[in-house]
């Protein structure tokens, strides 16, 4: 099963992009990449997947490079209200249930 | 609103009670989890349900009893806890559990042991 590195916590500002790396050297070739976000007293929320290149959906990019060995969500022009906590998971395509959640990236951003 | 909805939000009992948390989805999906999320610590997958079976139990203290009557309900009943039990319970689903597919949480329950 894959581990995840993430950084502990980062800040930025209001109306910058902000990119998250995550680690992940024994990934699998049948595991794929997602991340979630998780406001106090709320339950994850999915934000993006990805399997390799770049993945865009109306809130996030996925970078991932061509070893997958590490991958970076991008949050564009971000707000006062992305603050949060950042997952990255890594699991198997036949297993959802095998994903390792780890300590998570928490954002702050400042006015 | 994330389609899956858990009662109660708060709840506090001591270690001799017997209380159950509630889960309901209304996503159609096909499987459903059990996670403990602890102050500072990570998500802990505690059971996995699929087409109402239970599929993974990861090594979960008896005091916890998981109960699937169905595909959009999940149960989670308490008896006997201990302290280091007190946490934000959270339910999740998903259209399989051997899939891909993202994984969608409610907002859980944070349980207080006296």
């Known amino acids: ?111 | 609103e994330t389609g899956v909805t858990q009662t109660p939000r708060h709840l506090v009992m001591g270690m001799t009670n017997k209380k159950s948390l509630k889960c309901e989805q209304h996503l159609g999906h096909n499987a459903m989890y059990w996670y403990k999320q602890s102050a500072k610590k990570p998500l802990e997958l505690m059971f996995v349900y699929s087409l109402e079976e239970r599929v993974e139990n990861n090594s979960v203290p008896s005091r916890f009893s998981p109960e699937c009557p169905n595909s959009s309900h999940l149960f989670l009943h308490l008896h006997t806890l201990q302290p280091e039990d007190s946490a934000l319970y959270l339910c999740a689903s998903s259209q399989e559990s051997r899939s891909n597919q993202p994984q969608h949480f409610g907002d859980g329950t944070r349980l207080s042991i006296l």
């Open chain 1, 1 to 111: 099963l894959a581990k995840t590195t993430q950084p502990i916590s980062m800040d930025s500002y209001e109306g910058q992009e902000v990119n998250i790396t995550c680690s992940h050297n024994n990934i699998a070739t049948n595991d794929y990449i997602t991340w979630y976000q998780q406001f106090p007293s709320q339950g994850p929320r999915f934000i993006i997947q990805g399997y390799k290149t770049k993945v865009t959906n109306e809130v996030a990019s996925l970078f991932i490079p061509a070893d997958r060995k590490s991958s970076t969500l991008s949050l564009p022009r971000v707000s006062l209200s992305d603050t949060a906590v950042y997952y990255c998971l890594v699991g198997d395509r036949g297993s959802n249930y095998q994903l390792i959640w780890g300590a998570g990236t928490k954002l702050i951003i400042k006015p």
